[in-house]
């Protein structure tokens, strides 16, 4: 587990590389959907984080909203966007039409865990999550290898262009099941959203742990679209690049 390899930040605690167990477990092939979400919330009526709050953070290439919202200032292409939230992506003039098999985005970690006490599983935890995404892989830094796009093919979705400026006409998410799987048959474990964990940063950091990197990975600011690259956020923090997938044992 981990890498100590100099693309890593220090501060991300990827290393050292070590080695660890986990007990039998089973994770989803895929992230959970929109129309997975949408069948959750029918049923229990959940309100997620975002919605309470009243707004959620969006890429700035990616607001359809006219409507003002505030600049993060150590991250200015992150929005503050009023009314953007899982069902609003981009903004509350937004929907999912035709994205019902992407990947739930502006979900908190409390809400993922609301979701997996519903459907009767777990978030899986940071061990568990590497070990699943690696593929059966030893020290790769891709699902597949060590090659980012092997043969010249894109083989995750990250960012294209110049980092933060594009072109962003084509940045956001796409499909669960893009791409081909790893060698356990699971899919876009790096690229497309952040995943949720359920284990804590550090002893000295309890913030939950995101895994995998997103659509906004690129490597002139982060190369974070790797199987040990891992971040942390407040439990209650949504984003238009956070997502999950669900663990069971």
Same mark, same amino acid.
């Given at each position: 587990?981990?890498?100590?390899?100099?693309?890593?930040?220090?501060?991300?605690?990827?290393?050292?590389?070590?080695?660890?167990?986990?007990?039998?477990?089973?994770?989803?092939?895929?992230?959970?959907?929109?129309?997975?979400?949408?069948?959750?919330?029918?049923?229990?009526?959940?309100?997620?984080?975002?919605?309470?709050? &009243?707004?959620?953070?969006?890429?700035?290439?990616?607001?359809?909203?006219? $409507?003002?919202? #505030? =600049?993060?200032?150590?991250? !200015? %292409?992150?929005?503050?966007?009023?009314?953007?939230?899982?069902?609003?992506?981009?903004?509350?003039?937004?929907?999912?039409?035709?994205?019902?098999?992407?990947?739930?985005?502006?979900?908190?970690?409390?809400?993922?865990?609301?979701?997996?006490?519903?459907?009767? &599983?777990?978030?899986?935890?940071?061990?568990?999550?590497?070990?699943?995404? $690696?593929?059966? #892989? =030893?020290?790769?830094?891709? !699902? %597949?290898?060590?090659?980012?796009?092997?043969?010249?093919?894109?083989?995750?979705?990250?960012?294209?262009?110049?980092?933060?400026?594009?072109?962003?006409?084509?940045?956001?998410?796409?499909?669960?099941?893009?791409?081909?799987?790893?060698?356990?048959?699971?899919?876009?474990?790096?690229?497309?959203?952040?995943?949720?964990?359920?284990?804590?940063?550090?002893?000295?950091?309890?913030?939950?742990?995101?895994?995998?990197?997103?659509?906004?990975?690129?490597?002139?600011?982060?190369?974070?679209?790797?199987?040990?690259?891992?971040?942390?956020?407040?439990?209650?923090?949504?984003?238009?690049?956070?997502?999950?997938?669900?663990?069971?044992?």
């Amino acid at each position: 587990m981990g890498t100590e390899d100099a693309v890593a930040d220090p501060a991300d605690l990827e290393g050292p590389v070590r080695r660890v167990s986990v007990a039998r477990f089973a994770i989803a092939t895929t992230a959970v959907t929109n129309a997975d979400f949408d069948r959750f919330v029918e049923e229990t009526g959940h309100v997620t984080t975002a919605e309470r709050f &009243g707004d959620s953070l969006v890429f700035a290439g990616r607001i359809t909203s006219d $409507r003002p919202h #505030l =600049v993060v200032a150590a991250a !200015p %292409w992150w929005r503050v966007v009023p009314g953007a939230c899982w069902r609003h992506p981009e903004g509350p003039d937004s929907n999912l039409d035709g994205r019902d098999d992407h990947p739930v985005v502006h979900v908190s970690h409390l809400d993922a865990t609301a979701y997996c006490e519903w459907i009767g &599983g777990r978030l899986p935890t940071e061990e568990e999550w590497e070990f699943a995404a $690696r593929g059966g #892989l =030893v020290q790769r830094h891709f !699902p %597949w290898g060590d090659e980012f796009e092997p043969g010249g093919v894109p083989a995750m979705n990250v960012f294209e262009g110049s980092f933060p400026y594009g072109p962003t006409t084509s940045v956001g998410t796409v499909p669960v099941d893009a791409f081909a799987p790893n060698g356990y048959g699971l899919f876009n474990t790096t690229g497309n959203v952040w995943e949720w964990t359920a284990s804590p940063f550090s002893p000295a950091d309890t913030r939950p742990v995101l895994r995998g990197g997103s659509y906004l990975c690129h490597a002139s600011y982060c190369r974070r679209y790797r199987t040990s690259a891992r971040i942390a956020n407040t439990a209650d923090t949504s984003t238009g690049h956070s997502g999950f997938r669900i663990a069971y044992r």
